[in-house]
């Protein structure tokens, strides 16, 4: 008989495929915002509606400069999966959920262990409420963030 698929994992699989939307030629992130077992919106990593992206240009700024992972975002044409996903829920609806996030490698496709989200986007997950941000990194592996340690733990301020 076969076993039933762990509800941390089933959000997270969801999470997975909403990744394959991403437009990033480098990484392709999904988001998720689930509160009392319901999804509440979806999110992926690719340009402001309207414009090109990355991957309809085969162009990517970042890349090109060889900037590395987790540096100069400001370069970049995409609207992160977290912040899409936060801008189309009510923040009532996310007040104690639960984000959801996996990433992809752009070229192979295949998931990518130790990710994180952004200094930008753990600000905008702190203010929209959200109580805990869960990250894929294996088909099964997962991490669980309390966003209070975000709180507790300010990158943003320097001693």
Same mark, same amino acid.
């Given at each position: 008989?076969?076993?039933?698929?762990?509800?941390?994992?089933?959000?997270?699989?969801?999470?997975?495929?909403?990744?394959?939307?991403?437009?990033?030629? &480098?990484?392709?992130? !999904? @988001?998720?915002?689930?509160?009392?077992?319901?999804?509440?919106? %979806? #999110?992926?990593?690719? $340009?402001?509606?309207?414009?090109?992206?990355?991957?309809?240009?085969?162009?990517?700024?970042?890349?090109?400069?060889?900037?590395?992972s987790?540096?100069?975002?400001?370069?970049?044409?995409?609207?992160?999966?977290?912040?899409?996903?936060?801008i189309?829920?009510?923040? &009532?609806?996310?007040? !104690? @959920?639960?984000?959801?996030?996996?990433?992809?490698?752009?070229? %192979? #496709?295949?998931?990518? $262990?130790?990710?994180?989200?952004?200094?930008?986007?753990?600000?905008?997950?702190?203010?929209?409420?959200?109580?805990?941000?869960?990250?894929?990194?294996?088909?099964?592996?997962?991490?669980?963030?309390?966003?209070?340690?975000?709180?507790?733990?300010?990158?943003s301020?320097?001693?």
């Open positions: 008989m076969k076993q039933r698929r762990d509800k941390t994992n089933y959000y997270l699989d969801i999470a997975q495929a909403v990744a394959g939307r991403g437009t990033c030629l &480098r990484r392709h992130y !999904g @988001a998720i915002i689930v509160k009392n077992d319901e999804i509440i919106s %979806t #999110g992926y990593n690719g $340009a402001p509606r309207g414009r090109k992206n990355c991957i309809d240009l085969n162009h990517c700024v970042r890349e090109e400069l060889k900037v590395p987790g540096e100069r975002y400001e370069l970049c044409r995409s609207v992160h999966a977290e912040a899409n996903c936060i189309s829920a009510s923040r &009532r609806d996310m007040l !104690g @959920a639960t984000l959801y996030l996996a990433c992809l490698d752009g070229k %192979t #496709g295949e998931l990518l $262990a130790g990710t994180n989200s952004c200094t930008m986007c753990k600000r905008q997950v702190i203010n929209a409420g959200i109580q805990t941000v869960i990250i894929r990194d294996t088909k099964d592996e997962f991490r669980v963030i309390d966003v209070n340690k975000w709180i507790e733990d300010d990158d301020l320097s001693d």
